[in-house]
């Protein structure tokens, strides 16, 4: 039973326009929820995340969005850029709003999105 | 936030052998987590290594086939025994990298033949 899903195996999108990476989960006990990128031969980079007691959350061109309701969540990238083109990863974790970096949280991963941008 | 370094980065072995993987992380950390990513699957949670104590492994993995080690706070290894075409992955370590979410290795790219 997969926990974390990412519907979407692969996404092209032109440059300059918004990527939209979808993910949806399963446990309501999930409640931090990050996103990764990878690039092939190299491990996954963290680039954002997103507490169950928020909706958005904001760095730079990358926003992600949660809907708790609809156990759903998205990470937009405005504007698109060729570097953009990556694995991406939806990753979740119960941290039982404790979630403060110490290192005992295991996180569920969803099978990854195949970003590629355009120029 | 913490640097790892992994290694091999790829190796092809013969079935019924073992490999060792290193990772290095350049400051100390509580806990090492080791994960597997099977072809066109997600990242799977293989065990979690704390310092002094015996690796916590997850269901469907064993210690005999995946013994690890974790003489330090900066240092673990996962051993992938008696391979089988089965066990060709990549392999992660990962470590917590406080308020950054978690920093990963580059990886082991293993191929059983």
């Known amino acids: 039973d997969q926990q974390v899903k990412q519907n979407s195996p692969s996404l092209s999108v032109q440059e300059g326009r918004i990527s939209i990476l979808n993910c949806d989960y399963t446990?309501?006990?999930?409640?931090?929820f990050l996103w990764y990128k990878k690039y092939p031969a190299e491990g996954p980079t963290f680039l954002i995340s997103i507490s169950s007691i928020k909706d958005k959350n904001e760095d730079g061109r990358f926003t992600v969005f949660l809907n708790k309701s609809a156990k759903h969540l998205s990470l937009h990238i405005v504007p698109s850029q060729p570097g953009d083109s990556a694995v991406y990863f939806c990753a979740a974790t119960i941290s039982d709003g404790a979630y403060s970096g110490a290192g005992s949280y295991q996180l569920t991963f969803g099978k990854g999105t195949k970003l590629s941008v355009i120029p | 936030s913490a640097v790892i370094s992994q290694k091999p980065s790829r190796d092809i072995c013969q079935r019924g052998t073992s490999l060792t993987i290193q990772c290095q992380v350049d400051?100390?950390?509580?806990?090492m987590f080791w994960y597997r990513q099977q072809p066109g699957q997600s990242l799977t949670l293989i065990a979690t290594?704390?310092?002094?104590?015996?690796?916590?492994?997850e269901s469907g993995f064993v210690i005999d086939k995946f013994p690890i080690s974790r003489p330090n706070l900066t240092f673990s290894t996962l051993t992938v025994s008696n391979m089988s075409p089965e066990d060709s992955s990549i392999y992660l370590c990962?470590?917590?990298?406080?308020?950054?979410?978690?920093?990963f290795g580059s990886g082991t790219r293993l191929t059983v033949v």
């Open positions: 446990n309501s006990m999930f409640d931090y």
């Open positions: 990962s470590v917590d990298t406080t308020g950054y979410g978690y920093t």
């Open positions: 290594a704390n310092q002094g104590s015996e690796a916590t492994y």
């Open positions: 400051s100390q950390v509580t806990m």
